[in-house]
Each structure stands twice: as C-alpha cells, then as structure tokens.
C-alpha cells in the first residue's frame, strides 16, 4: 500500500503544484498588464 | 471578436469538471476496480496509464500545432504547442514516476533499461529539451519556427514508444488495450481505466486551455 500511495501522493501534487502555479502566474500576469492599461 | 487577454479567466468551467472527474477516477481505482492477483500496488495502474495516454495525446497536438506554425507563420498555433508541449512533459513525468514506482513493487527495481522504459525516457527528454529551446532563443519568431522543426522531429519516438512493447520482447507488462495475445483485462479494471483516462483527458483540455491562456497572456505583456 506504501507504493500505491506514493504513486498517487505524487500524481496529486504534480498536479496541484502545476495547476496552482499556472493560476498564480496567470494572476500575476492579469495584474501587471491591468496596471498597464490603467496608466 | 477576439477579446483583450487581461480580462479572461485562466481556467474555463472545465476545471470543475475535471476537478470532479478526478476524485471519481480515484473512487474507481480504489472501490470499484477488484484487486488483481498480483496484489495492491496493480492500482498504480489506473493513473499511470492514463498518465502516459494524456502524454502521448498531448504530444500529438504539439506536433499538429507546430505543423501550422510552420504552414501558417502564426503565433497563435505556436501558443499551443509550447502550451501542450508543456503538459504533456508534466504528465510523461508521472507516468515515468508512477511507473518507476510500481516497478519497485513489482520487479524489486525502480527502474531497467527495458525499451518500453528507455523510449518513454527519451520522449521524456526531448520535450524537457524543447523547454529549454524555446528559453534559448531570443527571437520569438525564430523560436516559433525552430521550436515547430524539433516538435516534429522529435514527435517520431512517441509511436516508436507506443510499439515498444509490441515489437520487442520487454519487461513491461503487455498491452491492455489492442494488446493482442497477453493483454486483456477483467470488465470491471476496464470500466476503471477507461474512466479514468476521460477523467485525465478532461484535465488536460483544462490545463491546455489555461496554460494556453497564460501563454497568450505572457505575449501580449511582453
């Protein structure tokens, strides 16, 4: 059970880590490009 | 109407779904599948192989993207291609881990130079090196097309990849699905799997869209 929950401890944070540093990015990116267009 | 970058969201309504999928490809891995003879670890299984499916799938569209940035000269297919290229190196790395993993359960090893492997393994790098291309290029237009040129020619060992266990005598489990002699699999672990490979193919038309979005978004700030 040990490698069962390695295996999937590892496809469930790839996951997370990708998709919450997608959003981040993605935010950070709106904000600057809105502080732009607002100037 | 194409509209301004800085107004959408990253993620459509299709990260909800895919949200949900997954915790049903969980609960189909683990409470409807039966357990295999083989033991526990088999349900490594029901991630893994959909893992390298979304790989594969992913690039086939870098490669379709990056023939249209080379027929078109547009950008926009070339947003797409570093978007899937991208994914689909995330998802290769699960499916080499995922794999790796169960190898230690299963073989005692965590890993052998089988050809099914070592292929997986050289896709694997030589979409992590189209990364680090794109990042040495300074010109976009000249990364678009150079980019475009590698994709295709590098897309040659996906197939050689899928083969792998068809034409060589390997290590690696054979083919459950169009497998031939050896594959199958009990009607129940089918369902499984195939539910979870829509669940993941769900979450990477989810991603796909959002890192897509990001990519534009990058280039109309730059």
Partial sequence: ?39 | MVRDPARRRCFGPEIWFAGVAMHLAMLAAFLYAPQDVSGEAQRIFYFHVPSAWVAFLAFFVTVIASIAVLAKRSMWWDSLAVSSAEIGTLFCTMALVSGSIWGKAAWNVWWVWDARLTTTFIVWLIYASYAVLRMNTPSAERSARFAAVYAIVGFASVPLTFLAIRLWRTQHPPAVVMGGDGGGLEPKMLHALLFCVGAFTVLFVAFLRGRFRLEQLRRATQ
């Fill in chain 1, 1 to 39: 059970m040990t490698y069962v929950i390695a295996a999937y401890g590892f496809i469930g944070a790839a996951i997370s880590v990708y998709g919450l540093a997608m959003y981040a990015r993605f935010r950070r990116l709106r904000a600057a490009a809105k502080d732009v267009s607002d100037e």
